[in-house]
């Protein structure tokens, strides 16, 4: 019954609806884990784009798809194939940098694989995959205790890490070439950055999908590097941007049949697109 009067759609007492929407625990459980990636996806988010390193957490999300696949034909857990896989193919992604054109080539090769190798892994499970749309387009009825424990534990430890490293990621990343020069491991810090950012992906995707990562990943940052130069005010907006869509993407989903992807990358898109008027 409860479950039927939550689709009934919004109503206009806010109140009642916010009640609502913490009365079933796979919904508390959906924002917890919600909360802590769009922390993450904004913070990570904000250094990938002033990196221009989109394109590689693109491919890093392709390869969250064949990770999650093959966990699930192999018959392990999903985070585990969604972490596993990103942070191997952050590693691979390392071991192709070079000169632009060539990496990005490279990354283009390795994308293509793992989009080929998860639908190989989907095709060779013979049950009823009933997760295949989840895990390419994101859900939130079936996050767990477990999997929130595990997302907020990565998520403590990918901010650590990268508040640790922030100033010297943050030279590097605006002019390398000095950074190399004044003594800053520019190397280690790219891979290190490779690394948080398959981390972030993977737990990223647990929510949105392999396909929709973009939406907490991307664009927030995006936005935030729109409307500001400013580096510590770039990453709180970018993180409130991405607080604010997943939080109002997962309330709109719970009130309607539409799925929780298409309310959080078309909130997303929406300042993006606003951000870019006001600049014009």
């Known amino acids: 019954m409860l479950i039927d009067a939550a689709f009934q759609g919004l109503s206009w007492n806010l109140a009642h609806d916010v009640r609502e929407l913490f009365a079933f625990h796979f919904m508390v459980n959906a924002l917890l884990a919600g909360t802590a990636v769009a922390v993450m996806g904004g913070a990570v988010g904000w ?3 002033l990196r221009r390193q989109a394109f590689a957490g693109h491919t890093l999300a392709m390869i969250a798809f064949p990770g999650a696949a093959g966990a699930t034909l192999a018959g392990l857990p ?4 969604y972490f596993g896989a990103c942070a191997a193919g952050a590693l691979a992604l390392a071991g192709v940098s070079g000169r632009h054109s060539r ?16 639908f190989l892994f989907v095709g060779l499970y013979h049950g009823l995959l009933n997760g295949l749309q989840a895990l390419l387009f994101g859900t939130f009825l079936g996050i767990d205790d477990g999997q929130v424990r595990t997302i907020v534990a990565v998520v403590v430890v990918a901010l650590a890490a990268l508040a640790v490293g922030a100033r010297p990621l ?3 990343s605006v002019d390398a070439d000095v950074a190399r020069a004044a003594g800053v491991p520019v190397r ?9 950012l398959g981390l972030a992906v993977a737990a990223t995707s647990q929510i949105t999908g392999a396909l929709l990562v973009f939406a907490l990943l991307v664009t927030p940052a995006a936005t935030a590097h729109r409307l500001t130069s400013r580096p510590l005010v770039g990453l709180g907006l970018s993180v409130a941007i991405a607080l ?9 989903a719970f ?3 539409y799925p929780v992807g298409f309310y959080v990358t ?9 951000a870019r008027s006001l600049r014009r």
Not at 188 to 196: E, I, T, Y
């Open 188 to 196: 280690l810090l790219s891979f290190s950055f490779l690394l948080l």
């Open 47 to 49: 250094f990938m784009v």
């Open 244 to 252: 604010v869509v997943t939080w109002l993407g997962l309330a709109l």
């Open 78 to 81: 999903i985070a585990f194939g």
């Open 255 to 257: 009130f309607s049949v």
């Open 103 to 118: 990496e990005s080539a490279a990354t283009g090769t390795v994308q293509a694989f793992a989009l080929g190798l998860g």
């Open 170 to 172: 943050l030279f590097a």
């Open 266 to 274: 078309s909130l997303a898109f929406a300042p993006y697109v606003v």
